[in-house]
């Protein structure tokens, strides 16, 4: 079984925004499998169904983006599942262009927030990430102002076809493995 975790705000204030690209890739996965993700448990919206026969929770956390660990912790110990082997955790990411994913097997938080709470609380960095560019704040822009921002209509179609990626990346990652997935979209 695997857990899938797009990170995010909860709340209308933040849908569509560059720090929800995790909730926005749980959706495209729940929408492309016909999974609901509307049961209300362990501190987060989850729905459970097959992708390419293995069996997946999709989760989109309600608690805010810096205390996602909470969430996930709760998950991986009710499941018992081996974060190592079992979590994949899809994010944003600043430092990558727009629509370009990064997916990788460990690795520090990169100044992520939401992922310094899932490493703290789980005790480990290694946890699948795939992380989806949002690309750089502007000369002289906040960066919560950026992160909190919407996509321009310009990077709407880009962005689009990120998601999908993500999702495919996703299904690649469960039914080949890892190096797979990074071959093709790394």
């Known amino acids: 079984m695997y857990i899938i ?8 204030k933040y849908e569509g925004t560059r720090h929800n690209i995790g909730f926005s890739a749980i959706t495209t996965l729940a929408d492309e499998y016909n999974i609901s993700v509307d049961s209300n448990k362990h501190k987060a919206y989850i729905g459970k169904g097959t992708i390419d026969g293995q069996k ?3 989760v989109k956390p309600v608690t805010y983006m810096n205390l996602s660990g909470e969430s996930i912790r709760e998950l991986v110990n009710y499941y018992k599942i081996n974060p190592k082997e079992e979590l994949i955790v899809i994010y944003d990411d ?14 520090s938080a990169g100044g992520h927030n939401g992922i310094k709470s ?4 789980l005790e480990t960095q290694e946890f699948i990430r795939v992380r ?6 502007l000369p002289g822009r906040d960066l919560a102002e950026h992160v909190l921002s919407r996509f321009p ?22 039914s080949e493995d890892i190096n797979a997935a990074m071959n093709q979209f790394n």
């Not at 975790?5 to 209308?12: A, E």
């Not at 600043?94 to 690795?107: Q, V, Y």
């Open 5 to 12: 975790v797009g990170l995010g705000n909860p709340g209308q």
């Open 56 to 58: 997946v929770i999709l």
């Open 94 to 107: 600043i430092h990558l262009d727009p629509g370009k994913l990064r997916i990788r097997a460990k690795g």
């Open 118 to 121: 899932v490493i703290q609380l």
């Open 132 to 137: 989806i560019g949002v690309g750089g704040k």
């Open 153 to 174: 209509i310009e990077e709407e179609a880009i962005m689009r076809e990120s998601l999908r990626n993500a999702a495919e990346a996703c299904r690649i990652i469960m």
